[in-house]
């Protein structure tokens, strides 16, 4: 046979007091004087950055204003600097033929040089003789440098040979 469990009866909650005027009064006081106090310490805050941003904005405006100054001491001396530049151009003209000149005959005098090294160049590990001012030199072409040639001899001797000295190649 079944069991039948009868619910207990649920006691009634008690019934809350309902507030009187004056404790509804005193909360909303309570609660205003929180927020009073919040928005003051806010408003503190609010009120100190300001302050802060004010001393750094100042100090910001004095910053440009020296640099407005250091600006245009700056052009004065860059003004002064440009005809000095100018002055000086002026003065170099003059020179800028010589020196066309002189490239033009360094070039005519080391164009045989170079003729000679072309040649030399394709000739490296061949058996060469070089006639120059210091006489005939037979051997092996080891090295052929800007100003230079190299040679290895049949003793053993390696021998430089400044471009400039070379008469003939066989």
């Not at 009866?9 to 309570?30: F, G, S, Y």
């Not at 005809?83 to 151009?89: E, N």
């Not at 040089?113 to 001012?133: C, F, K, P």
């Amino acid at each position: 046979m079944k069991s039948k469990c009868i619910p207990a009866r649920k006691k009634k909650a008690p019934r809350k007091k309902r507030p009187t005027l004056l404790d509804i009064v005193n909360r909303l006081r309570h609660r205003l004087l929180r927020l009073f106090t919040s928005l003051s310490r806010r408003l503190h805050r609010i009120s100190r950055d300001v302050s802060r941003l004010a001393g750094q904005v100042n100090a910001v405006s004095a910053q440009e204003k020296q640099l407005a100054v250091q600006l245009a001491l700056t052009n004065q001396s860059l003004k002064g600097l440009s005809g000095k530049v100018a002055a000086l151009a002026a003065q170099t003209e003059p020179f800028a033929t010589q020196i066309s000149s002189l490239q033009a005959e360094v070039a005519s005098l080391t164009a045989p040089s170079r003729a000679v090294r072309t040649l030399l160049q394709e000739r490296v590990g061949t058996t060469v003789s070089i006639d120059s001012n210091a006489g005939s030199i037979s051997g092996t072409l080891t090295t052929v440098g800007d100003d230079f040639v190299q040679i290895k001899e049949s003793t053993g001797d390696i021998v430089l040979i400044p471009l400039v000295n070379v008469n003939s190649v066989t």
